[in-house]
């Protein structure tokens, strides 16, 4: 199944679950009607505000905000699994990263609870697509820095209730950008540089950047569908 130029068209929330609904490239062998068949794990189903040669995949996701459980930093290191790419590196990996997720916690609290989130999220749907361990765990981390270069901003305008400024906006939208320069002294971070840096563009290039389509790296894509959904379900500003 080619995912690369999957769009995420709607989330719904109901019920503790949420049920994100990605639409995809014209599938050539014949779709069910309505919800039927099981594709690599994922519920494949036309609707009618689609082309009928257009797939869309039911993904869900138990909302732990809901539940009254969040993620912590211990239930994601632990639950690492390094791909062959990284065990060399994974005293000093899991150094860095605890590090610099203390570092966000420091500096904003609720981003830091966000960016656990957004990385327990993400790799949840990374193994629903049924990536190997090789694409997983670049995306479980760059889920988890993908805000780092929020570290740069105010705390004061990350929390700020009310709408921000055009100047106060325009500096939220720096922070992939400062992500990735943050992060591009550490090696291991190579690959999963794109991701960060583009993880608010969107298929139709109405992103941050203007980046649509192809230009957008799948990691990137499951990245900004995990993080629109703990925005939708949390009560950050």
Known sequence: MVLQNILCHSIYVNNNMVYILL??????????KGRGAK??????????????????????????????????????LEGLVLSKSYVSLKEELMCDIFKLTEMLKSHDRPTYQHSLNVSSYSTRLANEFGLSEDG???????????????????????????????????LIKEHPREGVAFLAKYPWSYDMISMIGHHHEKVDGSGYYGLSGGEICLGAKIICIADAF????????
Request: charged share 20%; hydrophobic share 35%.
């Open 136 to 170: 997983v765990t670049p995306i479980t981390i760059a889920a988890l820095l993908h805000d780092i270069g929020k570290t740069k901003i105010p705390s004061s305008i990350l929390n700020k209730p009310g709408r921000l400024s055009h100047e106060e906006w325009e």
């Open 230 to 237: 703990d925005a939708m379900v949390s009560s950050r500003p």
């Open 39 to 76: 594709l690599q794990g994922l519920q494949l189903t036309t609707k009618p505000w689609l082309p009928v040669t257009e797939g869309v995949l039911f993904l869900s996701l138990r909302n732990n905000r809901c539940s009254n459980q969040q993620t912590n930093i211990r239930d994601i």
């Open 23 to 32: 639409c995809m490239p014209p599938i050539k062998a014949n779709l069910p």
